[in-house]
């Protein structure tokens, strides 16, 4: 059946209304009849709205666009084309969304959003670059990249205009795309050229900027900056052009409204020195910058803008006299402006000499003060021969001053801008093609329009015939590109009316010729247009008054009031006034002020030539011509110069007047949408076939319209054939292209509705088989109940029957069994309250006669001790008695016996007797002293031993060097064996000194003991907690240092890649200068790159190869210096370590010798004298060494602290001479056994130096002779073929162990410069063939591999305590003996993270193109299809998950395969995770097709694919973190699929979203955009909960940044490596090398 559109218009369809508040509201029909009248109900109010059909359909309200299509990123993919759709469009996508971008066909729609948004991040530009146009969200970088990839590979110059109101947004959208430019094009660094001009937005932002009542930073002038590239596309040079600058700002601002922002910057810095001889003051003193009561700008700093201004100026080359003399002219416009000008009578005036203005004025200009005092007041008249003085009124006079300002002003805005000019450009002829970039005013419409606007709309009326041309004959282009039939489009073409302006006899052309008249005025004027134009349908006579015309614009009517278009048109200055510029003594003042030829600045540079030739001498243009004249050719040339360029139109909108971020008002948008040609754009579009959809979209989403059986599977082209030529029979509403349907306007939205009424049918279908299948079910389910609940009532009925019977039976059978027992109860408590009674009186009786024994019981007792104490005090008094008797008897026999022992005790027997048992008695004592000195010694030994154990913690914990501790253990226990043998002796002839002394003294001994046990104990307690604590402290400064070092790791890994970039950088132009030397003579083209550049070679190329020479010699000779100097102080610290090394040996050598003195000699004195002689000698050269030591300047730390090692030897070498006097009497008392422990001690010192010696004898070393090293460089590395040493049976890291050996072998012969030529040539050569070969990851990885196993070589065999411990015996063998090549690791560590690193960026590389269309764009669930672009451009679809998994696999197995380490390989499997995660977290947040339910669940499904890759190969099974790096692009699937219909869910979204910020959750959830009828956006409080809730995060950026790389952290394992069965392969050909 044939499609009208009028059967849309059915109960229930949504229309416009129009309205005057909001212009355009939504309505619902109630009902409608063809031929009848339509009744609109109103949503809101619900009024019923009768609308009168008087012409048939044409008068019908706009149909309103299905939801699917209402916030689609281009508006021309709507199913209805008009202006409602397209402002609903962009209200919805403005403040629902906050999208501020939206394509409208090729015009990008930017709206201000008047607030900062994170959209123009550096992250944002990469995320851009390279991707076509429509496969992210609208951005004006996208339209700056389309325009960068045409120019590069088409080899057009391009055009971006930018258009729109004051305060649109149109200088910061003209800055970010220079931006954009100057960051692609300047080889990944910003050069001096792109510095340069971006430095010009700040200078040109300062002199043509200020503030108006619509906008605070408002370009006051139209600018086009063209932008300049070489064959390479890089930006070579720029120019800019000027027009119409608004030179009434200078002298007049209306009311809160400023001046330019030059003025008000130079009166912020007044106060610093180098402006005091300007003497300025506040904004607010002078007249010109006073007038609009705004001096202050919310937000602004003019001081600092001044310093941006500044520093711009420094970086474009202009001098510091430029711009004093810059400044200078600048405030004497400031000063001229508070001149007084006092009335004279005779209807003149004058200048007081006195003005201080006056004064100033005239010195900043250079200019005499009464000559400047004589013209300001008067002026001269030309007549015949004659020249005339006048003398000038008051206000004439003012009116002069203003307009000599006002040249003044414009003349040194073009003077600047010549100069920023001559700064942009190269000098050289090298740029190729241009991108133009015009940032113009656009319509303007007010209530009284001036000469101004009349200029405005007369570019914008010839910008839009430009627009309307180009989009026709691209609209025309996509239809010859289908192959589809099409008729002519019909367009307004607004020649007409730019003909009534510009054509002969037109508006322009008489207002010339009215100016040339001496009596002219603008009111003759503008009778002459009424006489002349009044035939042109786009002039118009108003109505009222005869001051003013009328002209139909293309987007609007306005009218033009003629006051003072004749004086702005010829825009004089006083002769005079050119003639006092000219006289000036400033050396700048004729160059800049003196109106010399500046054609070339309101021209562009590529046209300006041809355009003079044809129109004229550049004389003829630089004769006196009106302003229209002026404009009227500039804006000619302009058009001219975008006529050879590909346009790329950007219209900026204002939406509202009070600056309300994110505030849209209908009325002031449509105005401006109806002016930009925005609506044209449209009208153009639906004019012809604006749907477009591509075939997989159209089966997918209507193939449901037909029957199933009329579909087959793989014939999409047929099936989408099937299903239009069912439902629409008039082919003129769509047309088959090659990969694209076309539609008529409002065919979409008719498939959408018949798809929603299929669906609904189908819905209702379900509903009644699902609601038949309910009520069957709750039937049959009823019923099985019922008839369950009889069988258990009747179950019930029965049950209660005989459970009656049961218990009247039992009744029966409980009363007998009651009444016994109540009877047996009643006996029971009768017999128990007897045998109560009696047990009471039998107890009674009982106690009673218990008392009575107890009573005589105890009297019994008290008798019986009564008795006994009076025996016992009887008895006692008759043994005293005779006690005394005895002791008298045996006094007296005593006596006797006494006697008798004095006379035996006089003879000499009984003497021998008591020295018998003395002697006895002293050698018990001996043997007790010996007892006790053993135990002594023996609690000296153990604390000894604590003591030792104490030096040994302090050893770990010290900061000072393994040699001094060495050294100073050595000499500590050398004094304690010293010590301890003086003790032993002292304390030998002690305990014979006391062998006379009583037990006491050795009770007092064994308590000293004691206490010394007890010290003991208490000692080793506190070198137990010291060493805690010291290990608490070393953990705590372990953590610390390990946070430091990651941060340092990752500081200098970011340097060594910016080091690699300059390098490659510094390749590239070695490698053109090398090839542009080989073919200048032959002329020949280079190829530089594999192919990528061609160019031929000219003379200017050749200049500037010449300077990239010197350049490169100058670097190369600061290279070798800084090379010289660091050699100077690795050979200064050389020294250094090794006198250090002499000082310990000599040390070590004193102790030997004392020790041997000691023991050989047998004069104590001689052997003392000796030693003390040898340790002055010592000293005295130990003293000569430090004062020459310091007398050289301590250069680095280092060397501070071998001096002060050097001291600290000194110092304890002074101690150990002093130590040694105060043993000089100890040494004659040293015992036999003393000696022969020494003897001992040394015997076994020298068999361990015997053992030693024979353990050096070294294995599995290769000798690689001098002169060689070119041989093995080139063997082992620059020509290798890897295939010689990776086969099977081949060690891992052959060639590194190889190299290793050869090493091993240098140190072996102690030839330090052997080892250092070896090194170097082996780490350059490795630098050399990763940098060819970067591209291959085999070849990477094997050097890789490689490097890394050179690296733990020299780390595992280096000597080192930390690593030498760790060694077996047999591998101890293999360390490095003589010298410390710890130097060297660093850079081959380097050497490994720049190699690992170009892995990393080939993964990448390979990685890229696949991610969109392989986790993003790819549907890997069958049957869910979450594909709908709405008309973007979709990527390559070949390519899946499996790809992509198999790369990662590629990549794993690469590096496994090489046995690299598997944290290693974990690191790079995380950073390819990471760019995976970053690359499509970025394309999700810029795309909102891909923001919806099924597509979250499609995406999960792909990433589960990839996290299940990496559990299976083991790499997340410890918890390493790989998959953290998918932790974001995870939730963002997860947030694709959460419930998001309420604020319940805004909790769950806030835990669930923990790694994804707060702007990126805002993000995604304004993307979001249902896919079906049945679902709806994300309401506004659950966003604002999220906003809320979420914590605020360090980072807050919107886009991830990809490339980004992670400190690579190495691991140390020791390894088993035997190098005595290493074999050379006969493939290497090293048969040079030497076995040792």
Known sequence: MAVDTVKLYTKGSRVWLGDKEEVWKGGVVVSYAPGENIVVSDPETGKELHIVLKEGKSMMPPLRNPDILTMENNLTTMSYLHEPAVLHSLYQRFTISNNIYTYCGIVLVAVNPYCDVQLYGNEMIWAYKGQQIGQLDPHIYAISEDAYSEMKTMGRNQSIIVSGESGAGKTVSAKYAMRYFATVAGNEKETAIERRILSTNPIMEALGNAKTIRNDNSSRFGKYVELEFDKQTNISGAHICTYLLEKS?????????????????????????????????????????????????????????????????????????????????????????????????????????????????????????????????????????????????????????????????????????????????????????????????????????????????????????????????????????????????????????????EK??????????????????????????????????????????????????????????????????????????????????????????????????????????????????????????????????????????????????????????????????????????????????????????????????????????????????????????????????????????????????????????????????????????????????????????????????????????????????????????????????????????????????????????????????NAKIIQKHVRGWLARCAYKQHMRKIIQIQSCVRRHLAKKKLKALKVEARSIGHFKKLNV?????????????????????????????????????????????????????????????????????????????????????????????????????????????????????????????????????????????????????????????????????????????????????????????????????????????????????????????????????????????????????????????????????????????????????????????????????????????????RLQNAIPFISGNTEKKLEKKLTRQESLSTIRSRKQEFKGMFACKKGDDSKLVKRLITQLKTEHVTGPGCMSGLTAHIMFMCVRYADHCNDEGRIQELLTAIISGITSVTRKQSRDPVISTFWLTNCLTLLHDLTQFSGEELYHNRLSPAMRDFALKNYDLSDYRPLLSDQCINIYHTIVKTAQDELQPMLIPGMLEHDSIPGMNSSFSGGRKQTDKGCDTGVIVNRLQFYLQLLSSQSISINIVRQFIGQLLYFINATLLNNLILRKDLCHWSKGIQIRYNLSQVEQWVREQGLDLDDSGVLTYLSEIRQASQLLQMNKSSGDNAAAIVETCYSLNTMQLQKLLMLYSPRSEFEERVPQDVIKYILNHKPIEKSQKLMMDPNKLHALKFSYETRDIDFTIVTLPSGLKVDFLEKY
């Open 249 to 501: 700002r200078v002298v007049f601002q209306a009311n809160n409204e400023r001046n330019y922002h030059i003025f008000y910057q130079l009166c912020a810095v007044r106060d610093i020195p180098e402006m005091k001889h300007l003497h300025l003051k506040h904004p607010d003193e002078f007249r010109f910058t006073s007038q609009g009561k705004a001096p202050v700008i919310d937000n602004m700093d003019d001081s600092e803008t001044f310093y941006e201004m500044s520093e711009g100026l420094f970086n474009l080359g202009i001098t510091e006299e430029q711009q004093l003399f810059l400044f200078s002219v600048l405030a004497a416009v400031l000063h001229m402006g508070d001149i007084q000008f006092n009335e004279e009578r005779n209807d003149s005036c004058s200048i007081s000499n006195d003005d201080k203005s006056l004064l100033i004025a005239a010195k900043l200009m250079g200019l005499e003060v009464a000559q400047l005092q004589k013209w300001l007041c008067h002026k001269t008249l030309k007549a015949r021969n004659e020249t005339l003085v006048m003398t000038l009124k008051k206000k004439d006079a003012f009116a002069g001053m203003e307009a000599f300002v006002k040249h003044i002003y414009a003349s040194l805005f073009l003077w600047i801008v010549k100069l920023l000019n001559a700064a942009l450009s190269n000098g050289k002829k090298d740029a190729v093609n241009f991108i133009g970039i015009l940032d113009i005013y656009g319509f303007e419409m007010f209530e009284e329009n001036s000469f101004e606007q009349f200029c405005i709309n007369y570019a914008n009326e010839k910008l839009q015939q430009q627009f309307n041309q180009h989009v026709f004959k691209l609209e025309q282009a996509e239809y010859i590109k289908e192959q589809i039939k099409w008729s002519f489009i019909d367009f307004t073409d607004n020649q007409p009316c730019i003909d009534l302006i």
């Open 504 to 857: 002969k006899l037109g508006i322009i052309d008489l207002l010339d010729e009215q100016c040339r008249m001496n009596r002219g005025t603008d009111e003759n004027w503008v009778q002459i247009l009424y006489k002349e134009l009044t035939d042109s349908e786009h002039f118009q006579k108003p109505k009222t008054g005869t001051d003013q015309f009328v002209i139909v614009h293309y987007a609007d009517k306005v009218s033009y009031l003629c006051h003072g278009f004749i004086a702005k048109n010829l825009d004089s200055v006083n002769e005079s006034h050119i003639n006092l510029l000219k006289n000036s003594s400033l050396e700048l003042a004729n160059e800049a002020l003196g109106g010399s030829d500046l054609g070339s600045i309101t021209s562009p540079k590529r046209v300006a030539t041809k355009s003079l030739s044809r129109r004229g001498t550049t004389q003829t243009l630089s004769k006196t011509r009106t302003v229209g004249a002026q404009f009227k050719s500039s804006l000619n040339l302009l058009m001219d110069a975008l006529t050879t360029t590909v346009p790329h139109f950007i219209r900026c909108i204002k939406p509202n007047d009070d600056k309300e971020p994110f505030g849209f008002v209908p009325t002031r948008v449509v105005q401006q949408l109806r002016a930009c040609g925005v609506i044209e754009t449209v009208r153009i579009s639906a004019a012809g076939y604006p749907s477009r959809w591509s075939y997989k979209e159209f089966e997918s989403r209507y193939s449901l319209l037909v029957h199933s059986r009329r579909v087959r599977k793989g014939e999409t082209m047929d099936n989408c054939r099937v299903v239009i030529s069912s439902i629409v029979s008039d082919k003129d509403k769509y047309q088959f292209g090659k990969t694209k349907i076309f539609f008529r306007a409002g065919q979409v939205a008719y498939f959408e509705k018949l798809r929603s009424e299929r669906l609904f049918s189908a819905c209702v279908m379900v509903q009644a088989r699902v609601r038949g299948w309910l009520a069957a079910k709750r039937y049959n389910s009823v019923r099985v109940a019922t008839i369950a609940v009889q069988c258990m009532v009747r179950r019930t009925l029965a049950r209660r029957k005989v459970q009656k019977m049961r218990e009247n039976r039992a009744s029966i059978v409980i009363q007998k069994h009651v009444r016994g027992w109540v009877q047996r109860i009643k006996y029971r408590r009768l017999l128990v309250s007897i045998l109560f009674i009696q047990s009471a009186h039998r107890a009674q009786v009982a106690y009673k006669n218990f008392l009575t024994v107890k009573y005589e019981h």
């Open 917 to 1221: 048992k003395l002697e006895k008695r002293i050698f018990e004592m001996q043997m007790k002293s010996k007892d006790m000195v053993k135990e002594r010694n023996s609690v000296l030994e153990e604390t000894k031993q604590n003591l030792e154990e104490l030096a040994a913690v302090k050893k770990k914990l010290g900061e000072e060097s393994r040699s001094r501790e060495e050294l100073e253990k050595e000499l500590s226990t050398t004094t304690d064996e010293l010590k301890d043998i003086r003790q032993n002796y002292l304390a030998m002839k002690l305990e014979i000194a006391r062998r006379t002394r009583e037990e006491e003294d050795i009770e007092e001994l064994k308590a000293r003991i004691q206490e010394l046990e007890t010290e003991v104990k208490q000692s080793k307690e506190e070198t137990v907690s010291e060493r805690n604590n010291g290990e608490e402290r070393y953990a705590a400064l372990e953590r610390s240092m390990n946070a430091q070092i990651e941060v340092e790791r990752e500081h200098h890994q970011n340097m060594l890649i910016e080091n690699g970039n300059l390098q490659r950088q510094l390749q590239e132009l070695q490698t053109i200068a090398e090839l542009k030397e080989t073919g200048a003579s032959t002329g020949a083209p280079i190829v530089v790159n594999g192919g990528d550049k061609i160019f031929p070679v000219d003379e200017n190329e050749r200049a500037r190869l010449e300077e990239i020479i010197i350049e490169n010699v100058e670097l190369k000779e600061n290279l070798d210096r800084m090379t010289d100097d660091l050699m100077d102080a690795i050979d200064e610290q050389t020294l250094m370590r090794t006198k250090y090394e002499q000082m310990e040996l000599k040390l070590s050598n004193v102790k030997d010798s004392l020790l041997r003195e000691i023991v050989n000699t047998r004069n104590p004195r001689q052997a003392q004298d000796k030693i003390r002689s040898h340790l002055d000698s010592l000293r005295v050269e130990l003293f000569s060494d430090v004062a020459k030591f310091n007398k050289n300047n301590i250069k680095t730390e280092e060397d501070a602290v071998l001096q002060s090692k050097v001291e600290t030897l000194a110092g304890e070498n002074i101690k150990l001479l002093d130590d040694i006097n």
